[in-house]
C-alpha cells in the first residue's frame, strides 16, 4: 500500500503529521523525501538493503554533524527510510515553535530521544534537484505573501 502525502502552502512537517494518521501500523516503511527532486531507479531499494542491515535505524542516504552533540542527523532531501513506530505524537511537540519550519532537527531529536540510532550510507543515491523549479515556486510564494 502507497499513500503520497502533499499538503500545499501548509507547515514543511505536515506531510509528516498527515502520514502519520494515514498509517498506523509500526512494522511499515515511511520514505520521507522531497518533491523538489528526481530520485534515481533503486533508490528506494538501496535504502531498504541498507536498513535491512541496520534494523530499528533510522536510514538515511546522507546527513549530517550539528555543533557539538555529532549527528548524523539524516538529510530529508535525499531520502530518509523508517519505521512508523519510530514515531509518535511527540513529534509534533518537536516541530512546534522556532523549530515548525524545520523537520530535519526535530525529527533527530525526536528519534535520539526515543533512543532510535540515526545512519547515512553516505551517497546521494542519484538524486537530483530539478531545475529552475524551486526557483518559480519561490517567485509563487513571495506573490502569495505579498497578497498578489
Known amino acids: 500500500r502507497v499513500h ?17 494518521e494515514l498509517e498506523t501500523r509500526p512494522g511499515t ?16 531499494a538501496q535504502l531498504v538493503a541498507a536498513a535491512d542491515l541496520f534494523p530499528g535505524v533510522a536510514m538515511g542516504a546522507v546527513g549530517y554533524s550539528y555543533g557539538e552533540h555529532g549527528g548524523p542527523v539524516p538529510a530529508l532531501g535525499p531520502g530518509v527510510l523508517l519505521y512508523r513506530g519510530m514515531l509518535d505524537t511527540g513529534l509534533r511537540d518537536h516541530l512546534a515553535g522556532d523549530c515548525a519550519g524545520l523537520v530535519e532537527l526535530p525529527l ?14 553516505g551517497t546521494s543515491l542519484g538524486t537530483r534537484a530539478f531545475s529552475g523549479f524551486r526557483a518559480r515556486r519561490s517567485r509563487s510564494a513571495d506573490d502569495l505573501s ?3
Open 146 to 148: 505579498a497578497g498578489r
Open 29 to 44: 516503511f515511511l520514505l520521507l523525501c522531497d518533491d523538489l527532486r528526481r530520485y534515481a531507479r533503486g533508490s528506494l
Open 108 to 121: 533527530a531529536a525526536h528519534l535520539a530521544l526515543k533512543g532510535i540510532r540515526s545512519r547515512v550510507i
Open 4 to 20: 503520497v502525502v502533499c499538503r500545499p502552502l501548509a507547515l514543511p512537517a505536515s506531510h509528516l503529521l498527515r502520514l502519520m
